[in-house]
């Protein structure tokens, strides 16, 4: 049996016996008929970075194949702030290889991620999913090469404090029950992102937990592996709904909010990516770092500025980029370095058996490390649009290759120091830093907005509208306004608190 397939919690993939890539509308409807599967939801992505839900209830076996086969028209003037009223009709189609068993429904119920098409029939160009397809295209026709991504999803558990085990403040960092109060929603979360299709690689409680009004903050992260481009995104989606819905179902409340209070760690979405060429990873070559790497993190030292009006899309995004907060503030990158812009972890490219050494009794592993390398992008945050992050990021790396001077670019931007240590003061004033607000983010992508217009990836409408809003919040003085006052803070973050 493919070692894919085997073990896999997808119910649909284990009932099919096929990669979810491969599921057609004939495999949908039978697994529909011999399940007894009486509901059928429609899921997709609008303007405010969550998932809208279209519910129909099977009549028939022709009105299953009708909608399976023509999909539903929705309002696209009620979903995107680009789209005028007066003609709003879009159509929205089930992409099958998305399908997956909802688990909160108590009738049986398969949702299906939607793409959206305008009245021609054609690919919607400013929605979010297709302007991560073309972004991934233009990287493979402009380089050869796959765009591969995995996310780091961070949020905030919040409930009542019952005052036992207290945590260490600020010392979640893979804590263990009963310190770490929210580890079994964390596993059921993850049991669910799994079933529904998620490639997870790990899940673990985070630095940040402190106590507030009798409720405490607990922090976890659950992490991705990585996939195809716009599986990562769609994976993170669902998987955002899920944690929200398990929330909602067990009495807590949930946020991906960047920032929570001052002093305590905020919750980023970090995005780890790599490039595949025929099934291997180019990151690396004889053991470090490849040419193809360098070129890719040449282009987002040079997007960077940009990709903020993608990643940290309110107010609060740029109250967690502040130093000493584990998050970036400079234009840099470097090894396994937590206070830069762009990371390089830990790599397993030691020549050592780790296994064996652990483990005597087991023979040499040869397993080939090389596919774990990836490069990390540390500035976005729960805020962002996912699609439109991991679209921007795809433009930055290939734009890495179209830069004749990438690989000089790529050496002046390394450090290896914490920037942030004082006897580092005269590297860090050297550095480029990112904006400082929301307005700044704006300035920055009009500036830079041809890099991702080009192609056609992202559409000048799209471009104008994530200007506009990111405008509309007059914040430019706002971080310094504000501080560390932290009653001023809690404001703005109830403002935002259900952001993305």
């Not at 008929?33 to 009549?59: C, E, H, S």
């Not at 009963?178 to 998620?198: D, S, V, W």
């Not at 944690?243 to 760690?265: E, H, S, V, W």
């Not at 550095?431 to 991702?452: G, H, N, T, V, Y």
């Amino acid at each position: 049996m493919n070692k894919e397939l085997e073990m896999c919690p997808n119910k649909l993939v284990a009932a099919l016996g096929k990669p979810s890539k491969e599921f057609t509308k004939a495999d949908i409807i039978s697994y529909i008929k011999q399940n007894d599967i009486r509901m059928v939801n429609f899921m997709y992505p609008a303007g405010d970075g969550r998932l809208k839900t279209l519910n129909f209830v099977i009549n028939n076996a022709a009105y299953l194949d009708a909608i399976l086969t023509c999909g539903e028209r929705v309002d696209g003037s009620s979903l995107f702030p680009f789209i005028e009223a007066g003609s709003s009709d879009l159509y929205v189609l089930p992409r099958f290889s998305t399908a997956f068993l909802d688990p909160f429904a108590e009738i049986p119920t398969l949702s299906m991620l939607c793409s959206y098409f305008n009245k021609d029939g054609e690919p919607l160009e400013s929605s979010p999913e297709n302007t991560l397809r073309k972004a991934c295209r233009s990287f493979n026709e402009v380089t050869g090469m796959e765009f591969q991504a995995m996310g780091e999803l961070e949020y905030y558990v919040i409930a009542p404090d019952a005052g036992m085990f207290p945590a260490t403040d600020q010392k979640g960092y893979h804590e263990s029950a009963p310190y770490a109060k929210f580890n079994e929603f964390r596993t059921r979360c993850m049991a669910y992102i799994a079933q529904a299709g998620g490639q997870i690689k790990y899940g673990h409680s985070e630095v940040g937990n402190f106590t507030i009004d009798g409720k405490i903050y607990e922090q976890n992260e659950i992490e991705f592996l990585p996939v195809n481009a716009e599986d990562a995104a769609d994976q993170l989606m669902i998987a955002k709904w899920i944690i929200r819905n398990l929330g909602y179902q067990m009495g807590y409340d949930i946020t991906f909010a960047p920032k929570i209070t001052a002093g305590k760690a905020g919750s980023g979405l970090h995005v780890h990516m790599r490039i595949v060429k025929d099934g291997q990873n180019q990151m690396l070559d004889g053991g470090v770092l490849s040419a193809t790497a360098r070129r890719a993190i040449a282009g987002m030292m040079e997007l960077a500025p940009s990709i903020t009006a993608f990643g940290n899309t309110n107010p609060t995004s740029y109250f967690r980029l502040v130093p000493h907060q584990e998050a970036p503030t400079n234009i840099c990158w470097g090894d396994r370095n937590r206070s830069v812009l762009v990371r390089v972890p830990l790599g397993w490219a030691a020549k050592s058996d780790m296994c064996k050494i652990a483990n005597p009794l087991e023979a040499e592993s040869n397993y080939d490390t090389t596919q774990k390398q990836t490069v990390e992008m540390r500035s976005p945050d729960g805020s962002a649009d996912i699609y439109q992050l991991i679209a921007g990021l795809a433009v930055a790396c290939r734009y890495g290759f179209e830069l004749d001077n990438a690989l000089d670019i790529a050496e002046k931007t390394y450090v290896n120091v914490n920037i942030h240590q004082k006897e580092n003061a005269d590297k860090l004033n050297a550095l480029a830093c990112l904006p400082d607000s929301c307005e700044a983010s704006a300035d920055c992508i009009e500036r830079q907005r041809a890099a991702f217009e080009k192609y056609n990836v992202f559409s000048p409408a799209m471009i104008d509208g994530i200007i506009k809003k990111l405008r509309s919040y007059g914040d430019r003085t706002l971080r310094a306004d504000i501080g560390t006052n932290q009653e001023e803070m809690l404001k703005l973050v109830n403002r935002y608190f259900h952001c993305g």
